[in-house]
C-alpha cells in the first residue's frame, strides 16, 4: 500500500513538472524582439574588441555619473549576488532538492551556470577589453562581458520557476520574477559603481544570459519531442508545451 502511495506521490510530481511556468521559450514569439538581441550581443562584442571607442561615447558618461554615488558596502553587497559565493551554492542545492520533482529543472541549473562561465571566460580572452581605472572590486580576466551580470541573470532568472515548483503556489511567479529583475538591474548597476565594468559589458552580460536561458528551455523542448532521445530519459523532466 505504502509502495504505491509513494508512486502517486512522484506521479504528482511528475504532473506539476509538466506545468511548471514561466517558459523562457515564449520570447521566441517575438522574432523581432530574438532578432534585436542576438544583433545587439554581436554589435557590442564586436564593437568592444576592434573599436572601444565608439562604445565610450555612451559608456563614460554613465560610468562617470553612477561610480562614487550610494555606499560602496551595499553596491559590493548587491554586487554578491552575481559572484559564485552564492549561484554556485544556490546551484548545488537546487539541483538537488530539485532532483525527485524535476529533473529537466534540477539539471538545468549546475549546467546553465557551467555554461555561462566558460562563455563569459572565452569572451573575455577573445575580447580582452580594458577594465575601467582604479576598479573598488576585485577583478579578474578582461572587462567584456559581465561576469556578474551573465550569472545574475541565469540565477535570478531560474529562481521563479524553482520557487513555483516547490510552493505550488502560482502567484509566485508573478512576485518574484519582477523581483529577480530588478536584481539584475542591480547587480549590474553596482558593477559599473564599483568600477569593476563599464555599462556596455553589462547590458551584454544580461543579454548572453537570457539567451542562454531561452537555449536551455529548448534543450527541454526537443528532449520531451525525443529528437535528443538521451535526455528524454531523464524523467521527470517535461514542462507541458503551450
Do not use: Q
Amino acid at each position: 500500500m505504502r509502495a504505491m502511495t509513494d508512486v502517486a506521490t512522484m506521479a504528482r510530481a511528475m504532473d506539476f513538472c509538466s506545468s511548471t511556468l514561466p517558459r523562457p521559450r515564449h520570447l521566441l514569439r517575438l522574432r523581432r524582439t530574438v532578432i534585436l538581441v542576438a544583433v545587439a550581443v554581436g554589435l557590442l562584442t564586436l564593437a568592444a574588441a576592434f573599436a572601444p571607442g565608439t562604445l565610450a561615447v555612451v559608456d563614460e558618461p554613465i560610468s562617470d555619473w553612477l561610480r562614487g554615488r550610494g555606499s560602496m558596502d551595499w553596491w559590493r553587497h548587491l554586487s554578491d549576488y552575481g559572484s559564485s559565493r552564492v549561484y554556485v551554492p544556490v546551484a548545488v542545492l537546487a539541483a538537488i532538492v530539485l532532483w525527485n520533482r524535476c529533473r529537466s529543472l534540477a539539471l538545468t541549473w549546475p549546467v546553465l551556470i557551467a555554461v555561462g562561465s566558460v562563455v563569459n571566460v572565452v569572451l573575455k580572452v577573445l575580447v580582452d577589453r580594458e577594465r575601467p581605472d582604479d576598479p573598488l572590486a576585485g577583478v579578474a580576466l578582461a572587462a567584456y562581458p559581465s561576469g556578474h551580470a551573465i550569472h545574475a541573470t541565469l540565477f535570478l532568472g531560474l529562481l521563479p520557476p524553482t520557487i513555483y515548483l516547490l510552493t505550488r503556489r502560482a502567484w509566485t511567479v508573478w512576485m518574484t520574477g519582477p523581483l529577480a529583475a530588478l536584481m539584475v538591474v542591480g547587480v549590474g548597476a553596482s558593477r559599473v559603481a564599483l568600477g569593476a565594468h563599464w555599462p556596455t559589458d553589462v547590458v551584454s552580460g544580461v543579454l548572453i544570459g537570457v539567451a542562454l536561458l531561452v537555449a536551455a528551455d529548448l534543450t527541454v523542448e526537443l528532449a520531451e519531442e525525443r529528437r535528443l532521445p538521451h535526455l528524454a530519459n531523464l524523467k521527470p523532466s517535461r514542462w507541458r508545451r503551450s
